[in-house]
């Protein structure tokens, strides 16, 4: 019943949310926050830190993007295809990626993503190279979605549908498996289950989640470019998720909300405006020596402090 | 004096018109001016931090509010009929957050214009938004001629250079002199690809070749241009054509200083060459070197007055583009003024077809079929620290290329502007 | 032909910036686990440090050769006492994160200091010029880049792994509880390796100087690859980390050959070769956690 009543009242907020804030700011928000909640289903729960994961992301964005403009697409096809597009992308990737552990993992995460970006780069016939996909329209039959606010509701369904997959993963036993996986490897392989398996099943469900984030991001700024697929596009969404909570899933959210807030207010102030990487640093710097737990178990206390 | 009742009328017409407004400073005062929202809100994005923020950046800012502060000095505080703001952001050459940036200040801040935009890539990108968003930009710093051909439209005007004036002035003046074989680099992106594209052609009609053209990439973080430098080495052109621009220059001409291309017989011929680039390697580094500009701050008196202003609150001399925003945003006021409101529409018939000369337009005419800005050019040539007279005394005129040589001639553009 | 063996030389000296840089990253790994994602950071900074010195205090290229990788050590030593330390006993997830969160400030202050575009640093004048071998002309300063890395590598080489203090550094890595039982103070150790390491990467930046921008983003692509090159190599091996890195370079400037474009790629891909046959790299051993 509790969990309905929140349900209810996060839906509200989603929907009144493109009136307070910027609509482009809160779909970004909504995006960054799925990006950063499948960074958290690996990380989090499948201990897997994935430091190329704008590859995902980014190859969505552009195949969302190429699926819109030139097939005409729907902009739920163009979104679902860029999805189907990082998982395909992810298998290949991920097999090769699992043959290391632990932070060497991470490591080769970053260089494939590097990697892509480079071709990426390489095949400006298909994706505009440095000049980036312009112009990506977004249309649905008997729908103007040339506004931003109209594209906000329309993307929101999408949106909802990977908070949900999400949430049900980690509920599933699939997602116990997954942590018990990262708690004790090797026990988990003396009960018998194929862990090389598992993580490979977690990491192309974590990539979907994030090729559906990134192309609803890209349709959303109706633009692909290079810079979805850079490494600091994949330090940004991990540092998102240690904001929020590693292993709290929604953490990624509130991570997402805080960090784009906070870049969006010091944007217009004039003193910070000109050194968004010290302020990205020093976040980094303050969350990791201070605030590992990140944010969301703390609300969690002030929330049980106030319903005593 | 009797003066003859039919020509008292007409008579005493023509005294009140020219004691109304008359003068040479621009016909009849026009009614009061009206702003859509009750202000003026002028948006500048630009590169502040990256390979072009020495170019225009924070000072291409400051060249505008002069800009505004001079045209309320001429015609009052409240010349609008209300308050003139300035924001500016930093698009960090990423088309896609010079696109976001563009509809945020478009939908958020209500911008009403957007000027500067240097990289191509971002500057396309912007023109799409203002055309989505029905409102205006000039576009002054970017290059690119696809802003005045296929991607032409309605709101969007090209004002201070692009690469047809380039490759007409720099290409045709080295081919004369006798630079007839060609090899271009240039960097990966709208603005490199086209600047290969037009001086392939301004070459090509003068009677030269180009053996061969590569790409290097953009943004290059190496800052290492050996591969094709070396390759340049190999293919023994007579003329090394270099279309890089920026940070990017500067490496090229360092290390073809370091590979030594010019004993191998090999001249470098510069695309694009800013005043911030011979402060980055050094004025003898660039002695002799020719190249296009639309002005250069120590041309004529009117220039050097508005250099010693800018001097004054910049500590740096112009660049070209710092003194385009100045004359752009002095244009586009004075546009308002002549259509009495800042309306998107009515602002674009009051430029279209306009004549005028500033001290950094000569013979200035904005083209309605394709909006480029037509004006004269010129052919510049980098002193040696020992000719100069002052700090950032760099370049001297050669000679003049007068409007409709530096322009695209219209059956060439590929623009089709939507009535 | 000609242009095969300028590529060649080209090669030579991309790779001996990788070698360098891929060593102290192992060195550095190799004592504390900590996957040093600023050491492209120290390597800007190392030419930036030598740009200082010549234009502010007149100090030229070969004596900034020694006082930028000490500058550079002694600052990266400090940072380890007051911050790093924090870290030791957590996920080396966090050691990354920090390090990660160190590269954007630093490369950030550094832009707004001096801007994008980059300075100038002349080549010393006693490198500078061109040697000519049969038909081919090279500079003379790459030249000297190449073998001053290679002597710089095989020393380090040398000294960890034929020399008792390696003996002693290397056994404090492996098996740091049996080496503090026999006797040794391990956690001695620990920061001035961190400062070697990063005095390495310094090197490299002073090395670098005269060739390419110094400007606050040289390194940021660099130690992407740099982590391609030490997965090839093997995350533990020194010897793996020279030979990767000049395997590396002249690999890529070979594939420039047939097709610039490839250049930058051809790290990631024999990367992933690797990791396809022999995930544990050319001379490393796979890790048991």
Redesign the interface.
């Known amino acids: 019943m509790r969990r309905l009543a929140i349900a209810v009242v996060a839906l509200a907020i989603a929907l009144a949310l493109p009136r307070v804030l910027?609509p482009?700011l809160a779909l970004n928000i909504l995006a960054w926050g799925l990006f950063a909640m499948a960074v958290d289903l690996l990380l989090g729960f499948g201990g897997l830190l994935s430091f190329g994961h704008a590859a995902y992301w980014g190859v969505a964005g552009y195949v969302a993007g190429l699926v819109a403009r030139d097939a005409g697409a729907a902009y739920p096809v163009a979104a679902l295809a860029g999805a189907l597009a990082a998982a395909a992308l992810a298998v290949p990737l991920g097999y090769l990626s699992l043959r290391r552990k632990g932070i060497y993992f991470a490591m080769v995460t970053l260089a494939f993503a590097q990697m892509l970006y480079y071709v990426a780069?390489e095949a400006?016939g298909i994706t505009g190279?440095?000049?980036?996909l312009?112009?990506i329209p977004r249309s649905f039959p008997g729908l103007a979605l040339?506004q931003?606010m109209s594209f906000y509701y329309a993307a929101l369904p999408l949106i909802l549908i990977g908070y949900v997959a999400a949430y049900r993963i980690v509920g599933s036993p699939f997602g116990h498996v997954l942590v018990s996986i990262r708690d004790n490897e090797a026990r988990a392989q003396a009960l018998g289950y194929d862990t090389a398996r598992y993580k490979l099943i977690a990491f192309v469900l974590s990539a979907t989640l994030a090729g559906l984030a990134g192309s609803v991001y890209a349709l959303g700024?109706?633009?692909?470019?290079l810079?979805?697929l850079h490494w600091s596009t994949s330090g940004e969404v991990v540092l998102m998720t240690v904001l929020g909570g590693i292993g709290t899933l929604w953490g990624g959210v509130l991570g997402a909300a805080v960090f784009l807030l906070l870049r969006d207010f010091l944007?217009t102030s004039d003193a910070f405006?000109?050194a968004p990487g010290v302020i990205t640093g020093a976040v980094f710097i303050i969350v990791v020596l201070g605030l590992r737990r990140g944010l969301w178990p703390s609300i969690g206390r002030l929330a049980a402090r106030i319903r005593r | 004096m009797h003066i003859p009742r039919r020509l008292a009328l007409p008579l005493a017409g023509l005294i009140l018109a020219t004691a109304c407004g008359g003068g040479t400073t621009g016909g009849p005062a026009p009614a009061a001016v009206k702003l859509t929202d009750g202000k003026l809100v002028i948006g500048v994005i630009n590169d502040?931090?990256?390979?072009y923020?020495?170019l225009s950046g924070k000072n291409a800012v400051e060249a505008v509010n002069m800009a505004i502060a001079d045209f309320k000095a001429k015609y009052g505080e409240n010349a609008l009929g209300g308050p003139i703001e300035v924001i500016s952001?930093?698009h960090k050459n990423?088309?896609?957050?010079a696109?976001?940036k563009a509809?945020?200040f478009y939908?958020?801040s209500n911008a009403d214009i957007i000027l500067d935009v240097p990289t191509?890539?971002g500057a396309?990108?912007i023109a799409?938004v203002a055309d989505?968003q029905k409102k205006l930009y000039i576009n002054i710093t970017a290059a690119s001629t696809d802003l005045t051909g296929p991607q032409c439209n309605k709101y969007t005007f090209h004002y201070a250079y692009d690469t047809y004036m380039l490759a007409q002035g720099t290409g045709t003046a080295v081919v004369s002199g006798g630079g007839k074989q060609w090899y271009i680099i240039y960097p990966?992106?709208?603005f490199g690809q086209d600047m290969t594209k037009s001086f392939t052609a301004a070459v090509t009609a003068s009677g030269g070749t180009v053996i061969g053209s590569?790409g290097s990439?953009?943004?290059n973080?190496?800052?290492?241009f050996?591969?094709?430098l070396?390759?340049a080495?190999?293919v023994k052109p007579q003329i090394l054509g270099v279309m890089q621009a920026?940070?990017d220059l500067?490496?090229v001409v360092?290390q073809y200083n370091?590979?030594?291309l010019k004993d191998q017989g090999i001249k470098l011929a510069i695309g694009l060459l800013f005043d911030?680039d011979i402060t980055?390697?050094?004025q003898d580094a660039f002695a002799g070197v020719q190249y296009t500009t639309p002005w250069i701050w120590s041309q004529d008196d009117a220039s050097k007055a508005f250099a010693d202003k800018f001097l004054a609150k910049t500590k740096i001399r112009p660049t070209f583009a710092h003194a385009a925003n100045y004359s752009a945003t002095m244009q586009y006021l004075e546009a308002i003024r002549r259509a009495g409101s800042d309306d998107a529409d009515a602002v674009v018939k009051a430029l279209e077809g306009y004549k005028f000369n500033d001290f950094f337009i000569h013979n200035g005419l904005i083209r309605p079929e394709d909006h480029w800005v037509m004006h004269d050019a010129f052919l510049a040539q980098v002193k040696s620290k020992a000719e100069s007279k002052e700090a950032f005394d760099y370049s001297k005129v050669i000679s003049t290329i007068p409007a409709d040589k530096a322009s695209r001639p219209l059956a060439e553009t590929g623009c089709k502007m939507p009535k | 032909m000609?242009?095969l063996a300028?590529?060649l030389f080209?090669g030579l000296v991309?790779g001996s910036f990788y070698a360098l840089l891929s060593l102290g990253l192992a060195v550095i790994f190799g004592m504390m686990r900590i996957v040093n994602f600023a050491h492209g950071v120290f390597y800007m900074l190392g030419a930036f440090v030598a740009y200082l010195l010549l234009q502010q205090v007149g100090i030229g290229f070969w004596p900034s050769l020694v006082i930028a990788p000490l500058a550079i050590a002694l600052l990266g030593m400090l940072l380890e006492r007051s911050l790093l330390r924090r870290l030791s006993g957590l996920d080396p997830l966090y050691g990354f994160l920090f390090t990660f969160g160190l590269t954007l400030l630093i490369q950030d202050a550094m832009?707004l200091r001096f801007?994008?575009?980059?300075q100038?640093y002349a080549?010393p004048a006693e490198l500078s010029g061109?040697v000519t071998i049969g038909a081919i002309?090279y500079?003379t300063?790459r030249l000297f880049v190449v073998g001053f890395c290679l002597v710089a590598s095989v020393a380090v080489w040398y000294v960890i792994e034929r020399t008792r203090l390696g003996m002693v550094v290397r056994a404090a890595t492996e098996r740091a509880d049996l080496t503090r039982a026999l006797g040794v103070n391990v956690d001695r150790w620990i920061t001035p390796m961190f400062g070697f390491g990063l005095g390495l990467a310094a090197l490299a930046g002073v090395l670098a100087a005269p060739?390419?921008?110094v400007?606050p983003?040289?390194g940021?692509?660099?130690i992407i690859l740099t982590f391609a090159v030490v997965v090839i190599g093997g995350m533990g091996s020194i010897a793996g980390a020279i030979v990767a890195g000049f395997l590396v370079g002249v690999l890529s400037?070979i594939g420039?050959i047939f097709d610039?474009a490839i250049?930058?790629i051809v790290a990631f891909a024999l990367m992933a070769v690797l990791l396809l046959v022999r995930p544990a790299g050319l001379f490393g051993s796979l890790e048991t956690r």
């Open positions: 910027y482009v780069n400006r190279g440095e000049n980036g312009q112009g040339g931003s700024q109706r633009f692909a470019s810079e979805l944007s405006r000109d | 502040q931090s990256g390979v923020a020495d952001a930093d990423d088309p896609a957050l696109s976001s509809t945020e939908e958020r191509s890539s396309l990108a799409k989505a990966n992106y709208a590569d990439p953009f943004p973080q190496t800052g290492d050996s591969s094709l070396l390759k080495g190999q920026g940070g500067v490496n360092k370091e590979f030594k911030t980055a390697l050094g | 000609d242009y300028i590529q080209n991309n832009r801007g994008l575009q980059g100038p080549t061109a002309t500079p300063y060739m390419r921008n400007s983003l040289m940021s692509e660099l400037s420039a610039p250049e930058g």
